[in-house]
C-alpha cells in the first residue's frame, strides 16, 4: 500500500458518529474533570494569558492553514516547507514557522533525519487526524466553516470592534463593513459561496445524530426554509424515500442549489422527488404554498442569524405560509439551544454554542437562545412550543405546532 493510501486509511474516515447516549455522558463527564484538573492545576496567570495570546494566534494559525490549503497539499504525502511554498506560491523561511507553531499544537506531524537541522529545507510536515479534516475531500471536512468565522480579510474586522460592540450594544458588522453580513455577501459571491459551504460543513461534524435523534420519518413533507444548498434536506429524503421536499431560499442560493443537485449523480434520485422556490422570508407571500399534509416546516440555524425583532417577522411569515398548507404542519427549529452562565449541566458543547453565540452578535446581530426565549419567541409569533429534543450534537430541535387561528 502507498504511504498517501495508507495514510487515507487512517485519517480519512468519518469520525463525526456520535456515540451510543450511555458513552456519550460518560465522554462529557470526563471532559468536564479534565478542564476542572486544567484550571485547577495551571497557574492562573499563564492560563488567562495562554487563553488571550494562545486564542488569537492559534485561531489565525488554523485560520491560515486552511485559507492556503496545507492539507490538500500534503495530501500525496510527507513534503518540508520549502518544497510546499514552491507549490503554493510562499515564503518558505514563514511557512515554516506556521507549521512548526501548528505542529506544536498537535496540527501536523513533523519529522528529519537525525543527522539533519530542522529548518524549512529539511523538515518534513505529514496530516494528521486534525490536519486532515481541513482536506477538502475529507468526510467531515472543516476548511470552509472555519474561514467563514475565524479572522481573515473580510471577517476579522467584526471581531476587532467586539468591545464597541458591547459597549453600545450596536450592529457590529454593520459597522466594519457598511451594510449587514447576507447584504455583503450579495455583493461579494465568493463569501457566499463558502457560507453556504461552510453550512455543509457544520453538517459534516454532526454525525447524523440531528437525523437520528428527532423522529423525522413521521412526516411526508419537508420544507427547509432558507436550506441553502439543502444538503440537510437531501439526507432526509434519502431517509424517508416516501417524503417529498421543498427547498427555499433567496433567489441567487437556489439558483446555485438547483445546478449543485443538477450535477450531482448521487442526487439524481431524491432531485425527483424535490421542489425549488426563492423568495424573502420577510415576506409571507413569497413562501411555497404546501399541498401536502403532514410537513415538517425546518428552521435550521436561521433564527440564531437575527434579532428578535426579526425572529418575530420570519416566524409570523412562517405561521401565514402555514395557514394556507394543507394541516397538519409542525415548525422545526435545529438550533443551540443555550443555558445560562454556569450552569452545572454545561458540557464542552456549550463552549462551542457561547462562541457561536458570539459569532452571531458579530456578523449578524444575532444570538444564540434558552428555552425560556424560544417559548416567548414562539408565543408571540403564534405558535406553541411543544418540547425540545435534545441532539447528541450541539443542536437541539425545537418543536412547535401553530396555536392560533389566524
Ligand atoms: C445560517 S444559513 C443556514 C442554512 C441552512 N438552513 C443550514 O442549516 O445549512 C442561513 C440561510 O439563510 C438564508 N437567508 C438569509 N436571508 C434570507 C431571506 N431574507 N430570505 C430567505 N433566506 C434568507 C441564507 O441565504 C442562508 O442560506
Not at 456515540?19 to 484538573?37: A, D, G, H, Q, T
Not at 442569524?305 to 405561521?319: A, C, E, G, M, N
Request: overall charge neutral; hydrophobic content about 40%.
Amino acid at each position: 500500500m502507498s504511504a498517501a493510501a495508507d495514510h487515507d486509511r487512517r485519517y480519512m474516515r468519518d469520525e463525526s458518529r456520535p456515540p451510543p447516549w450511555c458513552l456519550m455522558w460518560l465522554l462529557l463527564l470526563v471532559l468536564r474533570l479534565v478542564n476542572w484538573l486544567q484550571t485547577a492545576m495551571l497557574p492562573p496567570a499563564l492560563r488567562i494569558a495562554d487563553m488571550a495570546f494562545g486564542g488569537h494566534s492559534m485561531a489565525e494559525v488554523v485560520r491560515t492553514t486552511a485559507a492556503l490549503g496545507l492539507a490538500d497539499q500534503l495530501a500525496q504525502g510527507p513534503k518540508t516547507a520549502l518544497a510546499l511554498a514552491r507549490d503554493i506560491g510562499a515564503n518558505a523561511e514563514r511557512l515554516y514557522r506556521l507549521l512548526r507553531f501548528a505542529t506544536a499544537h498537535g496540527i501536523f506531524t513533523a519529522s528529519c533525519p537525525s543527522d539533519r537541522q530542522q529548518g524549512p529545507e529539511t523538515t518534513f510536515f505529514c496530516n494528521n487526524r486534525l490536519s486532515a479534516c481541513l482536506r477538502e475531500d475529507h468526510p467531515n471536512c472543516q476548511r470552509h466553516v472555519i474561514l467563514n468565522c475565524v479572522g481573515g480579510q473580510y471577517l476579522s474586522g467584526g471581531w476587532a470592534l467586539l468591545e464597541w460592540g458591547v459597549r453600545t450594544g450596536g450592529p457590529i458588522f454593520e459597522k466594519a463593513y457598511g451594510e449587514p453580513f447576507f447584504e455583503h455577501c450579495k455583493s461579494h459571491p465568493h463569501l457566499e459561496e463558502n457560507f453556504s459551504k461552510a453550512m455543509t460543513d457544520i453538517d459534516h461534524s454532526c454525525g447524523n445524530s440531528i437525523l437520528q435523534d428527532y423522529p423525522w420519518t413521521r412526516y411526508q413533507c419537508y420544507v427547509d426554509i432558507a436550506g441553502a444548498y439543502g444538503s440537510f434536506m437531501a439526507d432526509l429524503l434519502a431517509m424517508n424515500p416516501q417524503s417529498i421536499g421543498i427547498l427555499f431560499d433567496q433567489p441567487h442560493v437556489i439558483s446555485r442549489a438547483e445546478a449543485m443537485w443538477r450535477d450531482d449523480p448521487k442526487r439524481q434520485a431524491i432531485a425527483k422527488r424535490t421542489s425549488f422556490a426563492s423568495g424573502d422570508f420577510f415576506k409571507p407571500e413569497t413562501l411555497p404554498c404546501i399541498k401536502q399534509a403532514g410537513s415538517a416546516w425546518i428552521l435550521r440555524q436561521i433564527c440564531h442569524d437575527w434579532p428578535d425583532q426579526q425572529v418575530l417577522q420570519i416566524l409570523k411569515s412562517v405561521r401565514a405560509a402555514m395557514g394556507a398548507a394543507k394541516p397538519p404542519c409542525t415548525l422545526c427549529l435545529v438550533e443551540m439551544v443555550i443555558l445560562g452562565a454556569g450552569s452545572p449541566t454545561a458540557d464542552y458543547r456549550d463552549r462551542v454554542r457561547t462562541a457561536s453565540d458570539l459569532q452571531m452578535m458579530i456578523n449578524h446581530d444575532g444570538k444564540e437562545r434558552d428555552a425560556a426565549q424560544w417559548a416567548e419567541l414562539l408565543t408571540k409569533a403564534g405558535f406553541q412550543l411543544k418540547k425540545i429534543i435534545p441532539t447528541r450534537s450541539l443542536f437541539s430541535i425545537v418543536e412547535a405546532v401553530p396555536s392560533t387561528e389566524l
